[in-house]
């Protein structure tokens, strides 16, 4: 994250207050419909709010505030979202929950060490693409999967279910109950761990074949597997049980 000071005098030169309603609003990375949205900017405070009545699929809310008064520019971001599909995600299984975060700083650096607060998030059922998962690179996720899935790239994956709520404090975060998956393949579960301060991270996962369901019995297994090390770069790490930081 960058440590460059993030100028905010925009915020103090400018005063406004805005208020609409647009029946449907397209771009190139999403659809919304029945759209109302309010924004105020006063003496170095920001409020922007909007309800989305259809948002690629289905309902959102979303309110950020800024707050420039303060020693350290003060954040605060909420919303909740119901089954999100398309492009927005760029994923084709739809994506419910809400994340309410606070942080300050003057600085990118500064507001990732300083983040607070929850992200709940639930997936329902849709065609998986490994390569396009978060936080992992193509390559990365693909070694993943092959290691916890054996010959998933036989068969289209689908992801029938997933849940997880991460929470972050003071620029730490995680799965504190984990994280919990179904797919046609296997049933996944694992943890998160992530540190903004350090741009690190780490994430555990374990899978074991689905029985009854036609799986042959050269085909049952059980695997973990660990990644571990800067966000924009993980790696596989031979150790599942050690400890990152």
């Not at 460059?4 to 397209?26: C, M, N, S, Y």
């Not at 092959?146 to 991460?166: F, N, Y």
Request: glycine share 12%; with cysteine.
């Amino acid at each position: 994250f960058s440590q460059t000071p993030i100028d905010f005098k925009w915020l103090h030169q400018h005063e406004a207050r805005i208020k609409g309603r647009l029946d449907t609003l397209v771009t190139r990375e999403g659809e919304a419909g029945d759209l109302e949205f309010k924004a105020s900017l006063l003496g170095g405070q920001l409020d922007v709010e909007a309800h989305a009545g259809s948002l690629n699929g289905g309902p959102a809310t979303a309110r950020l505030q800024v707050d420039t008064l303060q020693q350290n520019p003060a954040i605060a971001l909420n919303g909740t979202f119901s089954r999100l599909h398309g492009d927005l995600i760029k994923a084709d299984f739809p994506r419910s929950g809400y994340f309410d975060l606070t942080t300050a700083g003057r600085s990118q650096a500064e507001m990732a060490g300083n983040l607070n607060g929850m992200v709940y998030l639930e997936l329902g059922a849709g065609n998986l693409d490994y390569s396009k998962l978060m936080l992992l690179t193509a390559d990365v996720a693909m070694d993943v999967f092959e290691s916890l899935i054996p010959g998933h790239d036989k068969t289209q994956p689908r992801l029938e279910c997933a849940v997880t709520l991460g929470v972050f404090n003071a620029g730490i975060g995680s799965t504190p109950y984990g994280y919990a998956a179904r797919t046609n393949q296997a049933n996944l579960v694992g943890k998160v761990e992530l540190n903004l301060k350090k741009e690190m991270m780490r994430l555990n996962l374990s899978s074991g074949s689905r029985r009854g369901l036609g799986f042959a019995i050269g085909n049952v297994f059980s695997n973990t597997v660990a990644i571990e090390g800067p966000i924009t770069n993980p790696r596989i790490i031979p150790d599942a049980a050690g400890v990152l930081w």
